[in-house]
């Protein structure tokens, strides 16, 4: 069973380092236990959970574009990724390429269409996302009109050039839905062979602002066909602050599964994401087939000062290894007057995890700046380090994915080395005391910043893995032994392997 996150109040005393309330077993019992327990699950023939996906870290730094919410990517087999998103004018469609993802930031920008002068598509020009269908390029977008500017509803550009920088685009109209009502949001996946739309939409019926819904494509990519599925109404208390919406839903498939998520409650701080789940060979118009997640997957952060992260989208890093979160957030909770009118919501980045039971792991909008990685055991391949208690540890199925996201950044003690800043408590660090590493605030002291700076090497059991010599005691490596991290001498090869660890 893995431990729960330990305190969040990082002002609170760290004398006593206890362990999960209610758990009174020593670690080494607990231990021997689970290890007698995958023993007799397998003796038993029972499932036993598989380590997580793993795969090498990924390196963007966030913000990755200012002032662009609702942003969606799409990696095309031609070596680009292609970026769109709201425009804080809400006045046109705007599109960026780069052969790397980093390398959005800095893309040309091109306005590829613009709203109308009157009637239709005249205003409100929301959350444009980009697909590839049939050797063509479909933008899927919402608006409203000149003499309505909230009567939304949701169209589809086309394109046949083989850059959508280039050629022109022409308007495929409206997307026909069973009502003529408030809708917005299209997205489109495929799964097994099977083309579906989802999207939201203010069923007339329900006195919610939108709730998601799903059907298959047409013959053409801008009409659905057949059933039309309700999967989420906002029900929960997270999903009906300021607004009961449920908006803006994505897609990503994995481990034969497929996973939709979608955004909750008004655009301020509130907004966050919750997650539906289907197997992949389920009837997916049958909304018995999704399971809905109680509580929110992704929401604001006070200690990362990220606030109102939501309407993404997937991609894959540039290895094809790593799948990626884009969303948008804050970086302030407060807003003056109407959200939807404050123009800074950033595009961002971070890696997406994968639980052993083979579930997606979001874990906290991670801080401004250079993305975190994890540290995995060279020789307990499914442990990481993280911490509870302020105590460094290695251990697996880390719940609480922040505990065991670290940023490698210039070391506080310079001289070429690093140091290792926590992801939900930053300011805090991975120092040793007493030989024993700890997350710590940073106090200033050249104490300090000794005893939280290390020497990266190659890893001594395994050069493609890291090892971190400390900077204050040459020839002491980080390294775990009886789960715990200490900075020690190592010789032979079982102390060299628990001194190696691999980034992901």
Not at 94 to 109: I, Y
Not at 422 to 447: C, I, M, Q, W
Not at 464 to 486: C, K, M, T, W
Request: charged share 20%; hydrophobic share 35%; glycine share 8%.
């Amino acid at each position: 069973m893995p431990l729960p996150s330990r305190r969040t109040d990082p002002n609170t005393p760290r004398a006593v380092h206890r362990g999960p309330a209610g758990h009174g077993v020593p670690r080494r019992v607990r231990s021997l236990l689970a290890a007698v327990l995958v023993v007799l699950s397998v003796s038993a023939g029972l499932p036993v959970a598989a380590p997580a996906h793993a795969a090498p870290a990924v390196a963007y730094t966030n913000p990755l574009v200012n002032q662009r919410a609702d942003p969606h990517i799409f990696r095309h087999t031609d070596g680009y990724y292609y970026l769109t998103a709201t425009v804080p004018q809400y006045d046109r469609i705007v599109l960026r390429r780069a052969t790397t993802l980093q390398g959005l930031a800095t893309a040309a920008e091109t306005t590829i269409w613009s709203r109308h002068t009157s009637g239709e598509m005249g205003a409100h020009i929301w959350a444009p996302e980009i697909h590839f269908i049939n050797n063509r390029w479909y933008v899927y977008f919402a608006a409203g009109r000149t003499d309505d500017v909230w009567r939304i509803r949701m169209y589809v550009l086309e394109n046949a050039s083989a850059n959508p920088l280039t050629g022109s685009w022409t308007e495929r109209g409206r997307i026909t839905t069973p009502w003529d009502t408030f809708s917005l949001d299209a997205s489109t996946f495929v799964a097994n062979g099977v083309r579906y739309l989802t999207w939201a939409q203010q069923e007339p019926a329900i006195g919610n602002n939108s709730n998601v819904y799903l059907a298959r494509m047409g013959a053409n990519p801008w009409q659905i066909t057949g059933t039309v599925t309700r999967l989420v109404v906002p029900t929960y208390d997270w999903e009906t602050r300021g607004y009961r919406v449920a908006e803006g839903p994505a897609v990503i498939q994995r481990n034969g599964r497929i996973f939709l998520t979608y955004s909750a409650s008004a655009t301020d701080a509130n907004y966050c994401l919750g997650m539906l789940s289907a197997s992949v060979s389920a009837n997916l118009l049958d909304a018995n087939s999704w399971s809905k997640s109680p509580s929110p997957v992704f929401a604001s952060n006070a200690a990362t000062s990220q606030y109102g992260p939501g309407h993404n989208s997937f991609t894959v890093s540039e290895d094809g290894q790593s799948d990626i979160l884009v969303y948008h957030d804050r970086n302030y909770r407060d807003i003056t007057g109407d959200p939807l009118n404050d123009p800074n919501r950033r595009t961002r980045l971070q890696k997406v995890y994968w639980n052993a039971d083979g579930t997606p792991n979001f874990g906290i909008p991670v801080p401004d700046g250079a993305t975190p990685v994890r540290l995995r055991s060279h020789d307990q391949a499914t442990s990481y380090i993280r911490h509870y208690d302020y105590r460094a540890r290695v251990e697996p199925n880390v719940a609480n994915l922040a505990d065991s996201q670290f940023r490698i950044v210039s070391g506080l003690a310079g001289a070429g080395s690093v140091s290792l800043e926590s992801t939900n408590f930053p300011g805090y660090y991975l120092r040793h005391r007493g030989y024993a590493l700890y997350v710590e605030k940073n106090d200033g002291s050249a104490l300090f910043g000794g005893d939280a700076s290390f020497r990266r090497q190659a890893g001594l059991a395994d050069s493609a893995g890291i090892s971190l010599e400390s900077q204050n005691f040459p020839g002491r490596h980080v390294r775990h032994r009886d789960g715990l991290l200490y900075i020690e001498t190592v010789s032979s090869s079982a102390e060299r392997a628990s001194a190696t660890f691999h980034l992901e």
